[in-house]
């Protein structure tokens, strides 16, 4: 049937602009956009638009920027647009009397394969886990979080050594192109909807994707290598997992780590003597800190206060010994 239908997208940061791009491409109508309120940035704290708003303005799309989305003045405005479906990309959880007005629902893009991995932080999650299957999932939003019926969800599979930055942006280009199947799908009234509770019932166990806080990035170097390894890259670039360095005369640094690779074996160093959180180095190309079962080797790291820098750059600027110890 193919019918016209009138869109409101409501959507933040980049991973939500392709959705938002792919939907304008296609001569999809958007009639408004609702993104977070502009907020200061950086430390000019210059004011600073979000990648969704830019996008809008150049594309001409009226944008709506409430601070409480239950606010009567902005339900009303959002009534004024008549449209038929909502469509949720990277946003906040919405009320009921936003997301029950359309007459065709409202959707959302959630980054995992649902029911796994509900919450905000499904990429970061799937990647600490040790995941090397993922996906996306479109679904109608309902009065839960994340746990309404399913439309459509594609499998994506993670590398050995992919990084949440490098799923992301793989992610956000597939799952752009699930948002226009689904907003087709709807068009032509061809949806065959999946309940979540029938999918759970056939899973051992529920994996969660809360929000990441500062605890959940600190390194344990007691733990597994191949555990350490999958906290490095699930938390990379952004919040970046971190440890503390410490010399042997009680100076002490904070190091980010952004990139890092297993060293099961080697000629030079049995792996089996090191303790956890041992360094091991050559104050040249090499930092290697020890696990409960073998080597991490650090490639990219920031310390504190400095920007990040590949590890030869690092071993420059410290003499650093193997007397000297990570962990906190």
Not at 153 to 166: D, H, L, Y
Not at 205 to 215: H, M, N, R, W, Y
């Amino acid at each position: 049937m193919n019918r016209e239908i009138k869109i409101i997208f409501m959507g933040t940061p980049d991973f939500a602009v392709p959705s938002l791009d792919i939907l304008i491409r296609n001569d999809i109508q958007v009639v408004a956009v609702v993104t977070a309120p502009d907020k200061p940035a950086g430390r000019g704290r210059k004011i600073t638009l979000s990648p969704v708003k830019k996008y809008a303005l150049e594309k001409h799309i009226p944008v709506l920027q409430p601070t409480k989305l239950k606010d009567p003045e902005f339900v009303e405005r959002i009534k004024s647009f008549q449209a038929d479906l909502q469509i949720v990309v990277a946003f906040r959880m919405l009320p009921e009397v936003i997301w029950k007005m359309p007459s065709l629902g409202t959707f959302n893009l959630h980054a995992s394969l649902l029911p796994q991995y509900r919450g905000a932080a499904p990429i970061n999650w799937a990647i600490i886990n040790g995941e090397t299957v993922t996906g996306i999932t479109t679904f109608f939003i309902d009065e839960k979080i994340d746990t309404g019926q399913i439309i459509l969800n594609e499998k994506i599979k993670i590398g050995k050594s992919e990084t949440a930055g490098e799923l992301h942006g793989q992610l956000m280009k597939r799952g752009s192109e699930l948002v226009l199947k689904t907003v087709k799908l709807i068009q032509d009234d061809r949806l065959d909807l999946k309940y979540q509770k029938e999918l759970v019932s056939s899973l051992e166990k529920l994996k969660p994707a809360p929000k990441i806080f500062k605890e959940d990035t600190r390194i344990d170097w007691e733990k597994p290598m191949q555990d350490v390894f999958n906290l490095i890259r699930g938390l990379s670039p952004y919040p970046a997992a971190y440890t503390k360095l410490s010399g042997i005369d009680n100076d002490s640094w904070i190091l980010k780590i952004f990139n890092a690779e297993l060293l099961e074996n080697s000629d030079e160093i049995d792996v089996k003597k090191v303790f956890p959180g041992a360094v091991l180095t050559d104050n040249k190309t090499y930092l290697y800190i020890g696990c409960s079962n073998g080597l991490i080797g650090i490639n990219e790291l920031q310390i504190e206060g400095k920007r990040r820098m590949p590890i030869s750059e690092f071993l420059r600027g410290f003499d650093i010994s193997n007397e000297w110890k990570v962990g906190i």
